[in-house]
């Protein structure tokens, strides 16, 4: 399995920021990669870009400690992968939000996307997609 570590600093108070993340059905509206997400009460069913297409899998929820951390793990499947997003305060008015992920490439295609660094790109933008999604909300919120 690949592991990829990143982080995001979000200008918007932790409640919030974490309080975006968890409503993993609007990341379609803003994460590049992510084409669709169904929630279930394990987790969410989701359709994500790869190099070979789309893929489908759950993401069932294996742990939950709200403002926090929430872990995953989509279990034996074609799209096989695991994770964790904790989040901490930087100040009142700031909040990291780290994340690490294990996927494990299926077939040429998402191997040779991995190897070359299209996977990590694709955490770092849809990071940074979610982050320009929660400080425009947070910004409008304010104004």
Do not use: K
């Amino acid at each position: 399995m690949h592991r990829i570590e990143e982080s995001v600093e979000v200008s918007a108070p932790l409640d919030t920021v974490y309080g975006n993340w968890v409503r993993v059905e609007e990341f379609p509206r803003f994460m590049r990669g992510v084409v669709s997400v169904d929630r279930s009460d394990r987790g969410a069913s989701m359709v994500v870009r790869t190099a070979a297409g789309p893929r489908e899998f759950e993401a069932v929820t294996t742990e939950l400690v709200a403002r926090e951390r929430m872990a995953w793990d989509s279990g034996p499947g074609p799209v096989r992968h695991r994770g964790v997003v904790t989040f901490h305060p930087v100040d009142d008015r700031t909040t990291r939000v780290m994340l690490q992920l294990e996927v494990e490439p299926h077939g040429i295609w998402e191997r040779l996307a991995e190897a070359l660094g299209f996977v990590d790109r694709r955490v770092i933008d849809d990071l940074e997609d979610f982050r320009r999604h929660v400080e425009q909300d947070a910004g409008a919120a304010r104004a």
